[in-house]
């Protein structure tokens, strides 16, 4: 109950009083307490400190009821004494108020902790359907509970208001938007109230009525109606789509979004295939904003979840009055199988026994059924340093494709081979991935087999000036298999696990380096032919 309790009820049969300075009429608040009293005075206890009048920001009561007055004070509290009716009460009309709140919690409810004695005049009260509107036809509506009337049901022409209540011993009456007369002991009145509804418009009736008895003022209960109408469509005013996550972003605006106590909102919003009569596509949207203020939303769909196929996408938006709106997007094909992945050597399926003999003679071709395929990865691992490589490839066309030509060891003995994995996906980001194994030996292999020599970075030679290092090897060929001559670019290599580095015509490569070089193939007749100098390359090791 925080900073106001309910602490007493004024009972005129007692003569005793909890309530500090007030000697008789007043027995303690509690659940279940038999009221006799119609109006009856509850009387609230408040902390001084919080009470409005000593305190800038203290509370106050609103109570249009039977109003209020403070009844004692002490040194800590204050004592507020409220008239009210018996049963149940509006919050408008009677609540607690905290400074800069309309309202500070809830003090109707402890009407319903106190029991009504069967001997107390009983407070109006509205009948099981308190007011009822008729159309022009002749039949009635209850227009206490919620209407919404939608453009189908338009023009609508109301003609008269019919107030039903509770009998009572004393006359009643009718006040608001409309009045009339209700005699002790009767139920219901009728009166005439015009009220045309058209379409294109939007509107709501929410008038307020009392009904009141015509001798005591605390006698009254409120309601209000409420109907309302609403033909301003929702548009859909654009979209994105992310081709990374293939998430359809949607932007729809609706008008007087929230209005009649948020009974104006975008309820559903969906996607149809205009090639097949509008019928809904297969895929729930999801509300990720909205601003009351601009009537702006936003929607998501998951294109992944569509069933596989064409579509020919319309957008539509419909709000809680059935008004619809729509906005063509474009053909959509929907792809959710990964691109198949097919790798050969010189045309044929590759396995861990086939030999290649230069890795950019690898092919690699990609089909997909429905959207474009295109490579995303492709890496190389294994061979006789463990290498792990990540390669680039050429595009040779129609979704074929080629590994460009590696820095990589060959594989010379049993255990060597390498394991080359592709990596695929489409325009839907249907991902496929796959591995083979084989051996690998480059088209043009120069091979230096061991050699004894003296760790010096320099080139021996004989006292007849021959070159104690020296690499020799066949002819060597082009990519149309025609001979190899003259200067042509080489790259030198050393593998990472190697002792030292070499130097080959003046250029050094480190272990695990790839250095380029030219080499002088001459003719390119002999079959066996001086190819370079060579020699060790210094390291800070080799001195031990």
């Known amino acids: 109950m925080g900073e106001f309790t309910p602490f007493a009820v004024h009972d005129s049969r007692v003569s005793t009083s909890v309530v500090p300075g007030i000697s008789s009429g007043y027995v303690p608040f509690k659940r279940g307490l038999t009221v006799l009293e119609n109006p ?5 206890r408040i902390p001084r400190t919080n009470w409005k009048p000593y305190r800038n920001g203290g509370m106050s009561i609103t109570n249009n009821y039977g109003g209020v007055q403070v009844l004692s004070e002490d040194a800590t509290y204050v004592y507020v004494e409220v ?3 018996q049963g149940a009460l509006d919050g408008n009309y009677y609540r607690p108020v905290n400074t800069y709140q309309w309202s500070g919690g809830d003090l109707g409810q402890y009407a319903s902790w106190l029991n009504w ?3 107390s005049v009983k407070s109006p009260a509205w009948g099981s359907s308190p007011i009822e509107r008729q159309k022009a036809d002749g039949t009635w509506f209850n227009s206490v509970n919620w209407n919404l009337f939608k453009a189908s049901d338009m023009p609508i022409k109301l003609t ?9 011993p004393y006359d009643q009456k009718i006040t608001g938007g409309a009045t009339c007369s209700i005699p002790a002991g009767s139920t219901t009145c009728t009166v005439s109230l015009p009220q045309d509804i058209i379409n294109g418009t939007t509107g709501y009736l929410h008038s307020g009525y009392e009904v009141r008895s015509t001798t005591e003022a605390t006698f009254f209960a409120p309601i209000w109606e409420n109907i309302a109408w609403h033909t301003l469509g929702p548009s859909v005013t654009g979209f994105d789509y992310n081709e990374t996550t293939n998430i359809l972003q949607v932007y729809v605006n609706q008008p007087g979004d929230g209005s009649y106590f948020d009974h104006v909102y975008v309820n559903r919003v969906w996607l149809s295939d205009k090639n097949r009569n509008n019928a809904e596509i297969s895929v729930t949207g999801k509300q990720t904003g909205r601003n009351m203020a601009s009537g702006n939303y936003t929607y998501e769909f998951n294109m992944k979840e569509v069933p596989e196929g064409s579509y020919n996408v319309v957008i539509n938006a419909q709000d809680t009055f059935n008004n619809t709106g729509n906005l063509p997007y474009q053909t959509v094909v929907v792809d959710n199988t990964a691109p198949s992945v097919s790798i050969s050597y010189e045309g044929k399926p590759i396995s861990k026994n086939v030999t290649v003999y230069g890795l950019e003679n690898v092919r690699i071709q990609l089909t997909d059924a429905l959207t474009k395929p295109s490579l995303s990865r492709m890496t190389l691992r294994g061979g006789p340093v463990s290498d792990a490589v990540e390669l680039s490839w050429v595009n040779l066309g129609n979704n074929l494709y080629a590994p460009n030509y590696p820095k990589i060891f060959p594989s010379l003995n049993e255990g060597e081979t390498y394991t080359l994995t592709v990596q695929a996906k489409d325009e839907m980001n249907n991902v496929k991935e796959s591995s083979v194994e084989f051996n690998y030996l480059p088209n043009n292999l120069v091979r230096l087999e061991n050699l004894k020599t003296l ?4 080139s021996l030679k004989t006292s007849d000036n021959t070159a104690l290092a020296v690499l020799y090897a066949s002819q060597l060929r082009k990519k149309d298999g025609s001979i190899a001559t003259g200067l042509q670019d080489a790259v030198l290599t050393v593998r990472k696990d190697a002792a030292f580095g070499v130097t080959v015509n ?10 380029e070089l030219q080499l002088d193939l001459g003719l390119g007749t002999a079959v066996a032919f001086l190819f370079s100098l060579l020699y060790p390359a210094l ?3 080799l001195s031990s």
């Not at 009856?40 to 609230?44: A, F, N």
């Not at 760790?455 to 320099?458: H, K, M």
């Open 160 to 168: 008269n208001i019919r107030f039903n209540v509770q009998a009572r």
């Open 455 to 458: 760790a010096v970075n320099a």
């Open 539 to 541: 390291l800070a090791d």
């Open 506 to 515: 003046g250029v050094s490569a480190m272990p695990g380096e790839s250095k």
């Open 83 to 85: 008239k009210l009716p």
């Open 117 to 119: 004695d069967p001997a």
């Open 40 to 44: 009856y005075k509850l009387v609230i």
